[in-house]
C-alpha cells in the first residue's frame, strides 16, 4: 500500500531550528509537497521537490532523497508565527496526492 | 488511519457539460467536509465547507450555482461542476474533518480529482 510517516506533533523553542521529517511509500512518484496549516485555514503551498537535493527559500528549506524515500522539512529562525501544523503529500505515477497525516508543530517562547 | 477517497480520479469532459466527484470518508465519520481547488504549485484555495445535512458555506468568489455540494451523509459529500468550461479545468481536492473525540480538527485530504475541460 502506499503510505507517508510524519511525525505527529513537535515542539520548539522561537529562535531555534526544526526539522520535519517525512518518510514515503508510494506507487511511482511525481514530487513531494509541503504545506502550512494553521487551525481553521487552508493549507499554504511551502515546497515542491522532485529532485534530490536541498531547496532554500528564505527560513525554510526542504530536502528530497528519492533513493531513500525521504523528505525533511527545515525551518529557521523560528517564530511563534510558525505554529501550524505541516503535511507532508506526494504525488504518485497516477498524479494522485498522497497526504502525510501532519505534524503540529508547536513553538515556545 | 483515517482515509478519504475521490472519484474519479480524473475526468475530461466536453465544455458545457456537468461532472460530479465524489469524495467519501472510508472508515471514519465525517460532520465537516471541505473541497479545494488548486493550481500548480499553488495553495489549496477553499471553495465551500459542507457539512451533513445542511447547505455548504461558500467562499467569497466561488458561485454557489455552478459549484453544487451535497453532503448527504457523514460519509459522502459531492461537487457537482455545473456547464463546465476551460477555465474550470484544475485539480479539485476534498478533505473531511472526522467527528472523533479528540480528533476534531484533524482533516484528512483525499487524492485529488484532476478536471480537464475540453
Known amino acids: 500500500g502506499q503510505n507517508i510517516d510524519q511525525p505527529t506533533e513537535m515542539t520548539a523553542t522561537e529562535g531555534a531550528i526544526v526539522q520535519i521529517n517525512c518518510t514515503y511509500q508510494t506507487s511511482g512518484f511525481n514530487g513531494l509537497f509541503w504545506y502550512q496549516q494553521h487551525a481553521g485555514e487552508a493549507p499554504t503551498f511551502l515546497s515542491y521537490?522532485?529532485l534530490d537535493g536541498l531547496e532554500e527559500k528564505g527560513r525554510f528549506s526542504s530536502f528530497l532523497s528519492r533513493s531513500k524515500g525521504y523528505s525533511y522539512l527545515l525551518l529557521k529562525e523560528l517564530q511563534m508565527k510558525d505554529s501550524a501544523s505541516y503535511l507532508c503529500a506526494v504525488m504518485d505515477s497516477n498524479y494522485q496526492l498522497i497526504w502525510g497525516a501532519g505534524t503540529k508543530l508547536i513553538i515556545k517562547p | 488511519g483515517a482515509v478519504v477517497s475521490q472519484h474519479p480520479s480524473w475526468v475530461i469532459c466536453k465544455s458545457g457539460t456537468s461532472v460530479k466527484i465524489e469524495c467519501r470518508s472510508l472508515?471514519?465519520?465525517?460532520?465537516?467536509m471541505f473541497w479545494y481547488r488548486q493550481f500548480p504549485k499553488q495553495s489549496l484555495m477553499l471553495m465551500a465547507t459542507?457539512?451533513?445535512?445542511?447547505?455548504?458555506?461558500?467562499e467569497q468568489g466561488v458561485e454557489k450555482d455552478k459549484f453544487l455540494i451535497n453532503h448527504a451523509s457523514l460519509t459522502l459529500s459531492t461537487l457537482t461542476v455545473t456547464s463546465a468550461h476551460p477555465e474550470d479545468s484544475s485539480f479539485y481536492i476534498c478533505?473531511?474533518?472526522?467527528?472523533?473525540?479528540?480528533?476534531?480538527?484533524?482533516?484528512?485530504f483525499g487524492p485529488g480529482t484532476r478536471l480537464t475541460v475540453l
Open positions: 521537490n522532485v
Open positions: 459542507s457539512n451533513e445535512g445542511s447547505k455548504a458555506t461558500y
Open positions: 478533505s473531511a474533518r472526522a467527528s472523533l473525540a479528540g480528533e476534531s480538527d484533524t482533516q484528512y
Open positions: 472508515d471514519f465519520q465525517a460532520t465537516t
